[in-house]
């Protein structure tokens, strides 16, 4: 990671704790473990929560599609800043706002459906109302067939995805700062 990166990642924890989670970025084999049963071929709109300094983001376009978009929200004005600073590949849309409002940047960007959200937000940190209101939103902002990939530090996020899922699958990975739990969750109930 550029070290302005790695500056701005530990500056915004600094700054804001619960909302950034972590100061330091996911570790290379959690990202690919993440990433690895994604079907990239079916995937044409992944939508990303808080990428923070990009190290999902820049794993996920070496995956996609060359016709596949990729909607990054951020809260963070300088994470946004430093990510369409490092990227410039025509498939990201850098968006600064908040995950709770999905679909209204889907709709500004003309997208339709995400086939796969990849969120690594602290649900745990999050008020229980905003979690609740992000998790409706998601699953409204996704396709019937298509896949939440979720890591977190701890497992607050667990009952949301149950309850708003049929199917959840679970790993978790010791070899990140800290270690994390993973979630895919498919089959969206309405
Ligand atoms: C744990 S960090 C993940 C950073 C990055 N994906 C990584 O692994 O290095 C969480 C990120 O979510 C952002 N964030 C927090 N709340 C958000 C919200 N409601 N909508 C969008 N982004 C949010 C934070 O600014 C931070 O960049």
Redesign the pocket.
Known sequence: MAQDSAWV?VS?FVR?PG????A???SARM?RRMLAPLDWQRISILV??????????FEALERMRRDAVLLA????ER?VKTLRQRCDDRRLIVVQ????DVNRHLAEHGLGEADCILT???FST?EPG?AEA?MRETVRAMSPCGTLAA?QMRTAIRPLLRRHFASLRESYEWRNIPPCHLYWATGKRQ
């Open positions: 990642a915004e804001n909302m950034v989670g972590s330091v970025p996911a990202v990303e929560y808080g990428p923070g300094t990009g190290r999902f983001t929200i951020e809260t963070g994470f706002g908040t995950a709770q690594g937000l602290p999050l905003d992000i890591y």
